[in-house]
């Protein structure tokens, strides 16, 4: 029995996606039990948000009684903020289950997670213990909320992976960037485990449309820098749709006024795959170092054409997407003009997808790492 923990976020995306695939993968591939105990920050008042993180975690019991109810030896846990922290993890040892932290982003030392700053802009200030300039940048739009994710930060997150008996990183990028950030790794075991598609083996997926319609799958947020898609495709005159919900989303639709955009908010996987179905290439603007980049995974997947800003893990896609400079809408409609359609770059995508996210490639990645803390178990 596998317990997976996870925070879900007040506004959903791709983590909240991979968190799934990860449990379907431990029950379909691994053909382990999975328990999922999740808590949501939309559900969460600040006040007690801002307790929890301050006090490393709120309610630990709840982690260990679901420990001792499902007999898990494992607990795999996702985010942790701002309701779970150290104290989870402590709890969850403590009634004798082996830890594993995924880290799906920066926040074992960034307060928005992502490495962007207030201004939008790529920020590696905050190294260590040191969540200082975080603060006076006020990252978060909040004073009270970012000293708040600052000072939770550099109290508990030593903490945090001092309970953990493994880790689990994206990426190999998203490794050198939290070394490079100095984040509080110790001496804990890192292993580089990329995220899954599932129902990516054994299907051919159709050809893109020559006149299809550019397709951005984000959290509407700064850092995705959906603008960027929008310009883009005005100057090559291909039509947008934007699936995906955030708080960006009102000023990006004042930007696309008399635009041919379409907004068709958060959709489930089902509803997703039906429209990469009529698209023509996938564009993923993203200005952050992101750790993995599962929206331009997912449409390769799909066999579309997909056109990315190299930055972070989604260079190591190179081989399967074409890579752009961020913040850069000329380049980035010449790119799209030249993908959209194109059958060979599709088939290429799907290809590396098959390569990197493959259930058949991930399963034996994961199993390795878990069964590295059984053997651990067995042998105390």
């Known amino acids: 029995m596998i317990l997976f923990l996870h925070n879900r976020y007040r506004t959903q995306g791709g ?5 799934a695939a990860f449990a379907w993968l431990v029950r379909e591939h691994l053909g382990e039990s999975v328990e999922l105990l999740e808590r949501d920050s939309r559900q969460l008042a600040p006040i007690r948000a801002a307790r929890g993180l301050l006090r490393g975690g709120s309610e630990p019991q709840e982690v260990a009684a679901a420990v001792h109810r499902s007999g898990a ?15 989870a993890l402590g709890a969850a040892r403590a009634a004798g289950a082996k830890v594993l932290l995924h880290l799906h982003n ?9 490495c962007v700053n207030s201004r939008s802009e790529d920020c590696t200030r905050c190294r260590g213990r040191d969540t200082r300039p975080g603060v006076r940048l006020n990252c978060r739009g909040s004073r009270t909320e ?10 508990h997150n030593a ?5 953990a008996d493994a880790i689990v990183v994206p990426s190999q990028a998203a490794l050198d960037r939290l070394r490079e950030l100095r984040a509080p790794l110790g001496a804990t075991p890192v292993h580089v485990v990329g995220h899954v598609v599932p129902g990516l083996e054994g299907s051919s997926p159709p050809a893109p449309s020559n006149a299809g319609f550019a397709l951005v799958v984000a959290r509407l947020a700064p850092e995705k820098a959906v603008e960027v898609a929008i310009d883009a495709c005005a100057r090559a005159r291909v039509p947008l ?16 006024s008399g635009r041919d955009v379409r907004f068709a908010g958060r959709l489930d996987p089902e509803e997703l795959a039906r429209l990469r179905a009529g698209a023509g290439v996938a564009v993923v ?86 069964a590295s803390l059984w053997t651990n178990a067995d042998a105390g």
């Not at 983590?15 to 968190?19: L, S």
């Not at 920066?106 to 992502?114: H, P, Q, S």
């Not at 903490?159 to 309970?163: D, G, N, R, T």
């Not at 930055?311 to 890579?323: H, V």
Request: hydrophobic content about 50%; aromatic content about 4%.
């Open 285 to 370: 603007t993203t200005r952050a170092h992101e750790t993995f980049g599962l929206a331009a995974l997912e449409a390769m997947a799909a066999g579309l054409p997909t056109v990315a800003t190299a930055r972070g893990a989604l260079t190591e896609l190179a081989d399967g997407a074409q890579l752009v400079p961020p913040n850069d809408p000329e380049l980035l409609a010449h790119a799209i003009e030249g993908a959209r359609g194109d059958a060979e770059a599709g088939r290429r995508a799907h290809a590396a997808a098959l390569r990197l996210a493959a259930p058949s490639a991930v399963a034996p990645k994961l199993a390795a790492v878990y």
């Open 106 to 114: 920066y926040r074992l030392v960034c307060a928005v997670g992502t």
């Open 73 to 87: 030896r494992i607990v795999h846990a996702h985010n942790l903020n701002p309701s779970f922290g150290p104290r």
């Open 241 to 256: 749709v934007i699936a995906g919900d955030g708080p960006e989303r009102a000023r990006l639709a004042a930007r696309s």
């Open 159 to 163: 903490a945090l992976v001092a309970h």
């Open 146 to 155: 970012t000293a708040v994710y600052a000072a939770a930060l550099a109290r």
């Open 15 to 19: 983590e909240e996606r991979a968190v």
